[in-house]
């Protein structure tokens, strides 16, 4: 295709820095979440609302990410792409009202979902050159992105700087670095004879039920991001610090798995580490349903982490495998993901206003523990042979 060793190498670090200015992004833009609850004085109802809107937008307009991708070639598309996300940071802080607001964060969704599009689509590209998984990896920098930068945004809301000015100065420094990491990504493009897909289009077929997956994951996810404190309080007794610091170590287990996963799926194979994990957030999600004690809930929480953390990176690269354009089926697969994404915390809020939080998370258990038999899905489709779907990729040795 044109790349030396060299090449691939360069795309790689240039990838992987890329999936960390986008986890930056996010990072500050949820540090100071609260400043602008306070600013446009909401009520937790409209908040709630208002942080819908991300994923609406990116949801509607993830399947335009391919034909980009498509038109102008992956690393042009990254590039405008990504940089967009990054000047999108600066519009919620700006927002005078909640209308607005929705709308602002509809575009920063929108904008972020194309984004993640085209970086996956372009770690998956450079996974297929190096022969070897590197999509956990590239997942762990966007989960190292985003806690570093939200480690600068609590700092600045302790020292009380105005988010408007801290959205902004760090927007500006996050698109210079977007457009000079973006330079050193594989310029992939379409050959003369590939149809550029459609606008607008459902998922392809082989790309749902890796996205199925991906859901079962991602709701486990959001579930124990969003409602993992209230639990700890509400069902544990915890008190507030305890609760608090339970989110920390979801994330922080979360990113140093995503770290170390390659590794073991280069050890085990995708579909084999998709069952194991299956298995560690299963026993998790029965730690954290069966005890009363925090003590026993908050590894609970951590083992859940640890077990959907490389799931999501392994469907988007078996997505990428599954059909003749990467972009259109990763953008099916995270279609899918962010719509779990959405939906979680509100069915999870549902199911406990109804009966309980501990039968909110027999739910979640029950999801973890599907990813058992589902991992089949991961299989590699171009070795479908492979007695762990490893093919060319992932050694079974």
């Given at each position: 295709m044109g790349e030396t060793l060299k090449d691939v190498r360069r795309a790689r670090l240039s990838v992987a820095l890329v999936f960390a200015v986008h986890g930056a992004v996010t990072g500050t833009f949820v540090s100071r979440i609260p400043w602008i609850k306070d600013q446009l004085d909401l009520?937790?109802?409209?908040?709630?609302?208002?942080?819908?809107?991300?994923?609406?937008?990116?949801?509607?307009?993830?399947?335009?990410?391919?034909?980009i991708v498509h038109r102008v070639g992956a690393r042009a598309a990254l590039q405008g792409l990504l940089s967009l996300w990054c000047l999108s940071?600066?519009?919620?802080?700006?927002?005078?009202?909640?209308?607005?607001?929705c709308l602002s964060l509809f575009v920063y969704g929108a904008t972020s979902g194309m984004s993640d599009v085209a970086m996956n689509a372009q770690g998956v590209e450079v996974e297929e050159r190096l022969g070897r998984s590197i999509m956990s990896g590239l997942h762990g920098m966007w989960s190292l992105g985003g806690l570093v930068a939200s480690g600068f945004g609590v700092l600045a809301a302790h020292q009380q700087v105005d988010a408007r000015a801290q959205y902004t100065v760090t927007a500006l420094i996050l698109v210079v670095l977007a457009q000079v990491v973006s330079r050193g990504v594989l310029d992939v493009r379409p050959t003369t004879d590939q149809e550029a897909p459609p606008r607008f289009a459902l998922p392809p077929k082989e790309s749902l039920v890796i996205g199925l997956v991906g859901f079962?994951?991602?709701?486990?996810?959001?579930?124990?991001?969003?409602?993992?404190?209230?639990?700890?309080?509400?069902?544990?007794?915890?008190?507030?610090?305890?609760?608090?610091?339970?989110?920390?170590?979801?994330?922080?287990?979360?990113?140093?798995?995503?770290?170390?996963?390659?590794?073991?799926?280069?050890?085990?194979?995708?579909?084999?580490?998709?069952r194991v994990g299956g298995v560690v957030a299963t026993v998790g999600g029965l730690l954290v349903v069966l005890?009363?004690?925090?003590?026993?809930?908050i590894p609970g929480f951590a083992l859940i982490g640890i077990g959907i953390a490389v799931v999501v990176p392994l469907a988007f690269a078996a997505a990428g495998r599954a059909g003749s354009n990467p972009s259109q089926s990763i953008a099916g697969v995270a279609t899918i993901t962010y719509t779990s994404g959405l939906v979680a915390?509100?069915?999870?809020?549902?199911?406990?206003?109804?009966s309980s939080l501990t039968v909110s998370f027999t739910v979640v258990t029950l999801l973890a523990a599907a990813l058992v038999p589902s991992a089949t899905a991961m299989r590699h489709r171009k070795e479908a042979g492979s007695p762990d779907g490893a093919g060319s990729l992932e050694p079974t040795g």
């Open positions: 009520s937790p109802g409209q908040l709630g609302l208002a942080l819908v809107f991300p994923a609406i937008g990116a949801s509607l307009a993830m399947p335009l990410a391919g034909r940071l600066v519009l919620p802080a700006f927002s005078p009202n909640l209308a607005v607001l079962c994951a991602v709701f486990a996810e959001g579930a124990s991001m969003d409602w993992s404190g209230v639990y700890l309080r509400d069902i544990t007794g915890a008190s507030a610090s305890t609760a608090a610091a339970c989110y920390t170590a979801f994330a922080a287990t979360m990113a140093v798995a995503r770290l170390a996963g390659d590794a073991v799926v280069r050890r085990l194979g995708p579909v084999r580490t998709v005890t009363r004690s925090p003590y026993a809930a915390p509100a069915v999870v809020g549902g199911i406990a206003q109804s």
